[in-house]
């Protein structure tokens, strides 16, 4: 018992897994994993000063045995005097229903009994078994199968689950065994005589993860003994790389991912990304893809998918890639943009509807913020008259308000718009601008215009009319994307 203590307490000062104040719920299925993790948790409960509560699973998968292994667990907690939940489910059906296997459905479905305990008794952390070799197997098994640089990092021994519930309240997952091998578990429980349950399904090698717990590993640690001890210590490191390039992705897709002007898509601008790193290019464009797909899940996005994005963007204009679900991301003029599966143009929806600019301050439109301001001289070293010299702002644009009549307002596309294209008043169709520029046809109808009557005054995100166009001592007025004015421009 000193030597496990010692060691779970080591690794929990490490991660600050068990501080004063917790409120820890412990997985227990009745195994030797969860029966030692309770012990130990039961002996550092007044030592740490934390509350300790159960909770048991019966998944419905093995019958008989099944419920023997619940008895197993309600006498356990009521000998150790620990307050046990128990949640009865049948897993076999579920999965049946999703379309997916046993295994699978009876994980999720254990972690959401986890977190809903958690959250009915006040628990902010949930304390799992996973040990050593459990480590070592799950980086074996991601190796095996083509994971990312992530899933090599094995299992995090500490892992924030969110804030949850009405009060916001953070909730961790925690492993205080993973740095503790599985047959000092087993040797700790046989020389203190505490018994433990088995489950069969865990000798069955049609399980991928049990043919390398009982053949690969036992093969790899005939060569070393001590080869769920370095994989281990090789996941730390490659956890530790991970994180980082993790902040440097965050920090490289704040500057060069937006939101596109017409709602629910994203933009990659193209000049800021071949800036980078290929490493992080392909980081990032992992991060464009969960910004358009539902939920932000990249459960069906491989490596494939990436590098299709990779050559895409090295392509002429107008070419295009598809997305896993129906998504898309279209090649144009400096950027991507990345179209949501089902995405479909809605601008009936009340976010879309019109919005009339009469005076200065913010207003929502798309879903997006905008700010407008009135000046009566627009400054500028030019003599007055003359056209200004203005800094170029994708999302910033300086009007004139002399050229405009009472009425102006925010809407998206309506039949018979044009913008003015040169100095003599020559117009052009604002469906041939979108043909021009290779906007995408779903996305038309949610692309944000500034407009007085059909006479389009901006188109947000693009060019403006010539029409408006400001000279240096006209009054004007300046229309500001707020949410898009604060990034790096890309045009």
């Known amino acids: 018992m000193d030597f496990l203590l010692r060691r779970t307490e080591e690794l929990a000062d490490r991660y600050g897994m068990l501080q004063a104040g917790d409120h820890i719920l412990a ?15 039961r002996e550092l409960a007044p030592r740490r000063d934390f509350l300790l509560e159960a909770v048991h699973v019966e998944h419905g998968i093995r019958g008989a045995e099944s419920e023997s292994d619940c008895v197993f667990v309600r006498e356990l907690c009521a000998r150790l005097e620990i307050p046990l939940s128990v949640e009865h489910i049948r897993v076999p059906d579920l999965a049946k229903a999703l379309g997916q296997g046993t295994e699978e459905t009876a994980r999720e479905e254990r972690y959401r009994i986890f977190l809903e305990t958690a959250l009915k008794t006040g628990a902010n952390k949930i304390a799992v078994a996973h040990n050593l070799n459990d480590q070592a197997e799950t980086v074996l098994w991601n190796l095996t199968r083509g994971s990312s640089l992530r899933g090599l990092g094995g299992i995090r021994p500490v892992r924030s689950l969110g804030k949850k519930g009405g009060e916001g309240r953070e909730i961790f997952l925690i492993r205080p065994l993973i740095g503790t091998r599985r047959r000092e578990i087993e040797s700790f429980l046989m020389e203190k005589g505490i018994p433990f349950c088995t489950d069969r399904t865990n000798e069955d090698l049609e399980i991928t993860r049990n043919r390398i717990r009982l053949s690969v590993l036992p093969e790899l640690e005939a060569l070393n003994s001590r080869t769920a001890e370095h994989i281990s210590l090789a996941a730390e490191q490659l956890r530790e790389t ?19 002007p017409e709602g629910g898509t994203k933009i990659l601008l193209l000049d800021r990304f071949f800036r980078e790193d290929p490493l992080i290019r392909r980081r990032v464009l992992r991060e464009c893809i969960r910004g358009v797909m539902p939920g932000g899940s990249l459960k069906d996005v491989g490596r494939v998918h990436v590098e299709e994005l990779l050559a895409l963007a090295s392509m002429s204009c107008g070419k295009a890639a598809s997305l896993p679900g129906g998504g898309r991301a279209v090649r144009e003029d400096g950027i991507l943009r990345f179209i949501p599966p089902g995405f479909a143009a809605e601008a009936a929806r009340e976010e879309w509807m019109e919005v009339p600019l009469r005076e200065e301050g913010t207003f929502s439109f798309g879903g997006s913020p905008y700010r407008c301001a009135f000046g009566s001289l627009f400054p ?38 044009y913008l003015i294209v040169n100095a003599s008043g020559g117009r052009q169709k604002l469906k041939d601008y979108f043909i021009g520029c290779k906007i995408p046809r779903e996305i038309r109808d949610r692309i944000p215009l500034l407009a007085q009557g059909s006479h389009i005054l901006w188109v947000v995100g693009g060019r403006i009319s010539e029409g408006a166009r400001v000279k240096c001592g006209d009054p004007y007025i300046k229309v500001v994307k707020e949410d898009e004015a604060r990034l790096p421009d890309g045009g």
């Open 380 to 417: 500028g070293g030019n003599a007055p008259g003359s056209p200004a010299v203005i800094e170029q702002k994708r999302y910033t644009k300086w009007l004139s308000y002399d050229t405009m009549g009472a009425y102006l307002c925010m809407r998206t596309r309506r039949s018979g718009d």
């Open 27 to 41: 997985g227990v299925s009745g195994g030797a994993d969860s029966v030692c993790l309770l012990y130990l948790l």
């Open 242 to 260: 991970e994180d980082y390039l993790a902040r440097q992705t965050a920090k490289a897709a704040g500057e060069m991912i937006r939101s596109g």
